[in-house]
């Protein structure tokens, strides 16, 4: 798959994956959707979840290293300055051979266009938080990410992720 089909496939992704309401138990249920999945497979990982500028949920499973939560931070600062996937803004710049720097002056320092943040979006209201996790491979920090979100709205997975890949 293409960047193009996968800006295509993210930006669906956005529209399918919205709430009609998100709480606390939400984030809950959300953030130990992640955490058994990751367990699951082995995966080493840290996540947050973030409404209206809350830190709701957070784990780091075993092995996960101090650094994960610096790459969460610059991810989710992206996602809220955007209310877009990171990984969204990551192809959307590689496509068009730029970076944050270039394009908007960010410093990397604070923001990062890589996977693996995700926007929480309640319909009639907007964005209102951040699904965020870093460990992986961008790709499957992304698809982790998107995996639990359609979980917890009740989607089929395999209709709505990215190729592996």
Known sequence: MGIE????RIESQM???????????????????????????????????????????????????????YWIRRKRNLVLRFLRPSYLIGLELSLQ?????EKWGLPTADYAAHGGGFPIVVKGVGCI?????????????????????????GHNVGEIALAEG
């Open 15 to 69: 529209r399918s994956l919205q709430f009609e309401g998100f709480d606390l138990d939400a984030a809950w249920s959300v953030g130990r959707h992640l955490r058994d999945l990751a367990s699951e497979r082995g995966q080493t990982l840290s996540i947050d979840i973030q409404i209206n500028g809350q830190q709701a949920f957070f784990a780091a499973l075993p092995n996960a290293r101090p650094d994960f939560e």
């Open 129 to 153: 938080g951040a699904v965020t996790v870093s460990g992986l491979p961008q790709r499957l920090d992304h698809n982790l990410v998107v995996e639990a979100l359609a979980i917890q709205l």
């Open 5 to 8: 089909q996968d800006i295509e």
């Open 97 to 101: 051979g730029t970076t944050l720097e």
